[in-house]
Nanobody, 125 residues
Framework: QVQLVESGGGLVQPGGSLRLSCAAS????????FGWFRQGPGKEREGVSC????????WYAESAVGRFTISRDNAKNTVYLQMDRLDPEDTAVYYC??????????????????WGQGTQVTVSS
């Protein structure tokens, strides 16, 4: 049974940092594409970043470039999203997702098979 569990969300002041974790079980994370998505209040879900299997590809939304970093720890079977210089516009529920594919990772949520429950990130002073 595949399970993705996000953690690391919380309340942070503008300009602060958070590191989100997505712990995977039932799969070998290194063999899967992972994506981070978010859904802010009154907004549609959007892709933030993705990492291809065996780190063969990666992608960042324009809003994330230079501020967010996606990475994977194979020993812990966990994918991370380091978020720096956070802005109130980053307030959202953040989800990780995974799919077993050879192809480049995608920002299209429809391509992902497994999803976590989400973790709330609130950026506010």
């Amino acid at each position: 049974q595949v399970q993705l569990v996000e953690s690391g969300g919380g309340l942070v002041q503008p300009g602060g940092s958070l590191r989100l974790s997505c712990a995977a079980s039932g799969i070998i994370a290194n063999n899967y594409n992972f994506g981070w998505f978010r859904q802010g209040p009154g907004k549609e879900r959007e892709g933030v970043s993705c990492l291809g299997s065996k780190d063969r590809s990666s992608w960042y939304a324009e809003s994330a470039v230079g501020r967010f970093t996606i990475s994977r720890d194979n020993a812990k079977n966990t994918v991370y999203l380091q978020m720096d210089r956070l802005d109130p516009e980053d307030t959202a529920v953040y989800y990780c997702a995974a799919v077993d594919t050879y192809y480049r990772c995608s920002d299209d949520s429809a391509e992902y098979h497994y999803w976590g429950q989400g973790t709330q990130v609130t950026v506010s002073s």
